[in-house]
């Protein structure tokens, strides 16, 4: 179902911020080291978020933060009608995906499942790869950082 949502478009972008949730839903009352059992996408050992990625890579371009067009300048030309899907690097270790609505000003919005709208400020590393940096959400949970170190691009076609 998220592969129709992603090769039609024509559904709104909640769905998507939905559809990333339930990537992770496993992680809710579990350790974030309970990865090598499969049950969220805290790090590249889960399968669901790897899979749904790879599947969209068929349609549209990914890039890494090491490749040539860094992924700072790209996440510049996104809309809400052509985002782009973001996986975070923690700096604490493992991952998180996002999806990325283009630049308001300073920041760049995010859709988060577990942090919301994130509004995080448009900072990029030597390697092209962008700064990523959550406030406290909803739940009262605390900040968060991390690096976007890989994305796909549906403005890019």
Known sequence: MLLKYA???DVAIGFIQIMCGKMEMGRCG???TRSDQRWHEWSSDGTIGWVLLDALQKKWPALNATDSWPIYEKLKTCSAGKPAIC???WNTGYGHF???LGASGA???FLDPYYGIVFSPATK??????HYKTKKNSFAKGEATGLIDYAIFTNLT
Not at 125 to 130: D, K, Y
């Open 7 to 9: 090769m039609n478009r």
């Open 30 to 32: 579990t350790s974030a």
């Open 87 to 89: 996986r975070v690097a």
């Open 98 to 100: 996002v999806v990325c």
């Open 107 to 109: 920041n760049f919005i």
């Open 125 to 130: 590393n030597l390697f092209g790869g962008v």
